[in-house]
Nanobody
Framework: QVQLVESGGGLVQAGGSLRLSCAAS????????VAWFRQAPGKEREFAAA????????LYADSVKGRFTISRENAKNTVYLQMNSLKPEDTAVYYC??????????????????WGQGTQVTVSS
């Protein structure tokens, strides 16, 4: 079992930046793929970014590529999502998710076993 806690959300103006953190407890985080998903009001949850456990390779949704950076610090059991050049359409609840020893980086919600409670990001225009 692993427990995930997100932090770092808030209100920011368009063009601004935020850094989200996903802290894990219960098991070492180094053996888990970790992803960030987001869900805007009235919309389906969507994939944003993920980092692989074995080689720290990353994957991004087209909507955030070039603006968001996912990174991990296994010694601190933490994964980060640096979000730059934020747009109003980035407004959503952001969730981190994890799966142990997966064969590949997943982009679908059902591919992840553990979820945090979410953190709200609001970007004003």
């Amino acid at each position: 079992q692993v427990q995930l806690v997100e932090s770092g959300g808030g209100l920011v103006q368009a063009g601004g930046s935020l850094r989200l953190s996903c802290a894990a407890s219960g098991r070492t985080f180094g053996m888990y793929n970790v992803a960030w998903f987001r869900q805007a009001p009235g919309k389906e949850r969507e994939f944003a970014a993920a980092v692989r456990w074995s080689d720290t390779s990353t994957l991004y949704a087209d909507s955030v590529k070039g603006r968001f950076t996912i990174s991990r610090e296994n010694a601190k059991n933490t994964v980060y999502l640096q979000m730059n050049s934020l747009k109003p359409e980035d407004t959503a609840v952001y969730y981190c998710a994890a799966r142990k020893f997966p064969p590949a980086i997943g982009t679908m919600s059902f591919e992840y076993d553990y979820w945090g409670q979410g953190t709200q990001v609001t970007v004003s225009s």
